[in-house]
């Protein structure tokens, strides 16, 4: 496991550190605050509806000119809601801590939920008037929030406390907004690599120094990792990041290959153009040749489980795979010897690696104020610390290997004291990072790509009508989501 800084050992990050001065551990009888009041109005819009011109009334918020007043702070508990279980425990309650050293007049409780029950238990907690105070969303929906008015705008808070923007990768803090306002401040940034175990590649005469470049180099190294014992699956060469091809292997193929998921305004699914296609079938014809079949690598998985292997890359039963970058920091705490690198992801002929989440326009984890929040200033600030903070957002990275939304930290020569094998390939794939539009309909456009490839995948359908039948119901998730909107 890497080493963890001192406290204060990364205030050595530079531009953001001065944001890192505690104050005294006393609560102070008067600051200085600004306050940001949200004033609501009714306008008049002019649109077209089947051809006729309308007159509608809308309301909008109007967001005035902060001004800075003396206040007293009250005592208050605040509420933050994660998914950040298990290894991520101890660090979220060194965060926890230090922020409440900060500021003392605030007690925050750290809410664990499972991934599953998370968005449900914000959505709860919204529409009941009892929301957490700051809540872990994705951002890919932010459109989903943003549209029902359930998110606390924070551009007006950015401004106040001096957060810049172009402090943050550009495509992360784009995916943070919606119709050019800002939701939430991302806290991680994923990578998505291939991951490779050395020792099963000198095994079988191939060259680590030398990973797969393109696809069809994937395929001949990952048929010659994979050994056969029985009639059956002893050491898997490759899996793709769902086991069959999915969301994930299907956008970063596209996208390698010069496709495009939506129109730049994202109104339109256009995934299944003839870039689409070719990158399905590329992924159908690399399982077939590297698995032999569905039903192998479905009696492979099978061993597993039967042998208790909940990660096959940490045991040493699979050679390589599309994994997140979050793998490194499960192999780090695994306290295991595994000998790994990480490389870019394949790339189709004559396309470019690049990587993009599982989720069309999903983006990645960050923290929100839900409308109803009871303290919406101090909820701002434990947002601010969590993203935006170097000892502490920056912090929570480094602990993991994993790149941080912020550009200054992920230029400390710590990562690549502490990760060197890894670490010059998690750069590399930060210049990579693919841009899809958020759109309104994105989870549910997710869950028709996901149907749609497991068709595919299972022979049910053939690529081309995969994709297509996908894009018309995706259309119509857009049509209808884009006119509650407008």
Not at 418 to 436: G, R, S
Not at 453 to 470: N, Q, S
Request: glycine content about 8%; hydrophobic content about 40%; proline content about 6%.
């Amino acid at each position: 496991m890497a080493r963890r800084l001192a406290r204060r050992e990364f205030l050595r990050v530079g531009g953001l550190a001065g944001l890192g001065a505690a104050l005294a551990a006393c609560k102070p009888e008067i600051v200085v605050e600004t306050v940001v009041k949200e004033v609501e109005k009714v306008v008049k819009e002019t649109v077209v509806v089947e051809g006729e011109v309308q007159v509608v009334e809308k309301v909008i918020t109007v967001m005035p000119e902060t001004e800075e007043v003396e206040i007293t702070p009250q005592d208050v508990t605040l509420t933050v809601l994660t998914i950040w279980g298990g290894t991520r425990v101890p660090l979220m309650d060194d965060m926890i801590a230090r922020f409440q050293e900060k500021y003392p007049w605030i007690t925050v409780e750290h809410v664990l939920v499972p991934g599953g029950e998370r968005l449900q238990k914000i959505q709860t907690g919204i529409a009941g008037g009892t929301p957490d105070d700051v809540v872990m969303v994705g951002q890919g929906e932010i459109p989903m929030f943003a549209t029902r008015r359930a998110l606390v705008p924070v551009d007006d808070y950015m401004q106040a406390y001096g957060v810049d923007p172009n402090a943050y990768y550009d495509t992360s803090f784009r995916l943070s907004q919606w119709q050019d306002v800002t939701y939430q401040l991302p806290n991680v940034l994923s990578t998505y690599h291939y991951f490779y175990n050395v020792d099963l590649f000198e095994e079988a005469g191939l060259d680590p120094d030398t990973p797969p470049d393109t696809w069809d180099d994937l395929i001949t190294m990952s048929k010659e990792l994979t050994t056969w014992d029985g009639g059956f699956i002893d050491h898997l060469g490759y899996s793709f990041y769902h086991g069959l091809p999915n969301r994930a292997d299907f956008l970063q193929t596209l996208v390698s290959a010069g496709g495009e998921f939506y129109s730049e305004d994202a109104r339109e699914a256009v995934f299944n153009s003839e870039v689409g296609v070719q990158s399905l079938e590329i992924l159908l014809n690399a399982m077939n040749d590297i698995y032999g079949s569905v039903d192998d690598y479905q009696a492979w998985g099978a061993i597993q489980g039967s042998l208790d292997i909940s990660n096959p890359f940490i045991a040493g039963t699979l050679a390589s795979g599309h994994r997140g970058v979050w793998d490194i920091f499960f192999i780090e705490s695994a306290d295991t010897d595994l000998n790994y690198r990480v490389a870019l992801l394949p790339r189709p002929a004559g396309g470019t690696s690049r990587f993009v989440g599982d989720v069309p326009g999903g983006g990645n984890w960050g923290y929100a104020i839900p409308a109803g929040a009871k303290s919406v200033e101090d909820s701002w600030r434990l947002v601010e610390w969590l993203c935006h903070e170097p000892t502490a957002a920056g912090w929570f990275m480094q602990q993991q290997g994993r790149p941080s939304p912020l550009k200054a930290v992920n230029e400390d020569p710590f990562y690549y004291e502490e990760f060197p094998h890894t670490w010059p390939d998690v750069v590399k794939a930060l210049e990579t990072y693919a841009y899809i539009p958020l759109s309104p309909a994105s989870a549910e456009i997710g869950s028709v790509l996901t149907q749609a490839l497991e068709e595919a995948a299972l022979g049910v359908t053939g690529a081309k009508d995969a994709l297509d039948w996908a894009a018309a119901e995706s259309q119509a998730l857009l049509d209808e989501a884009w006119g509650d909107i407008w």
